[in-house]
């Protein structure tokens, strides 16, 4: 069975950085990208990238360049997405999601508010 | 990047009801849009792939159609657990982008 367990709620400071987590199971990593998606309160879902779970190759949204940072740790089917100068206009719940053309399997998602 | 233009809004329905929403891509993106229902407080699901194709496991009643810059998303016979927000999706090129929902809520 796959799953995608994604770490749990962050409460950061504004300017601080996160990094998210989405363990895999169930499938061969190496074999897939992995998208990673923002949702803010009640809106629409944006793309913020993904990266190729065999060599870590990344394409991200121009939109979030320089916000997120996308990698992987084969050794334990794990992608990570930090997110550096956050700010309010970064809280949202984060989702990563398996892709090969569509978004198959979906993680649980991660809450990130950013308050002082 | 594409915009997709996802109508209506919202939508009052019943139980029963054939449902109907729309998805308009700027450009061209073949048969590359997906459809997924989100619950609240869960992950979307996907439930069409590549216009027309149902997801292993999703009931008879969803279906899709629709090339190139139109597409339609159905659900012929309303259930209750239907009820959700649907969000169309190109995956034709990069960055992926979203529809801004059509949310199903009781008449």
């Known amino acids: 069975e796959v799953q995608l367990q994604q770490s749990g709620a962050e409460l950061v400071k504004p300017g601080a950085s996160v990094k998210l987590s989405c363990k895999t199971s169930?499938?061969?990593?190496?074999?897939?990208?992995m998208s990673w998606l923002k949702q803010m309160p009640g809106q629409n879902i944006e793309w913020i990238g993904n990266?190729?779970?065999?060599?870590?190759?990344?394409g991200y949204n121009q939109k979030f360049k320089g916000k997120a940072t996308l990698t992987v740790d084969k050794s334990s089917s794990t992608a990570y997405m930090d997110l550096s100068s956050l700010t309010s206009e970064d809280s949202a719940v984060y989702f990563c999601?398996?892709?090969?053309?569509?978004?198959?399997?979906w993680g649980q998602g991660t809450l990130v508010t950013v308050s002082s | 990047d594409i915009v997709m233009t996802q109508s209506p809004t919202s939508m009052s329905i019943s139980v029963g009801d054939r449902v109907t929403m729309n998805c308009k891509a700027s450009?061209?993106?073949?048969?590359?849009v997906d459809w997924y229902q989100q619950k609240t407080g869960q992950s979307p699901k996907l439930l069409i792939y590549?216009?027309?194709n149902r997801y292993t496991g999703v009931p008879d009643r969803f279906t899709g159609s629709g090339s190139g810059t139109d597409f339609t998303f159905t659900i012929s016979n309303m259930q209750a657990e239907d009820l959700a927000v649907y969000y169309c999706?190109?995956?034709?090129?990069?960055?992926?982008?979203f529809g801004a929902g059509t949310k199903l809520e009781l008449k």
């Open positions: 999601a398996r892709q090969r053309g569509s978004l198959a399997y």
């Open positions: 450009q061209n993106v073949g048969s590359n």
């Open positions: 990266i190729y779970g065999g060599n870590g190759g990344t």
């Open positions: 999706m190109q995956s034709n090129s990069y960055p992926y982008t």
């Open positions: 590549k216009a027309s």
């Open positions: 169930g499938y061969t990593f190496s074999n897939y990208y």
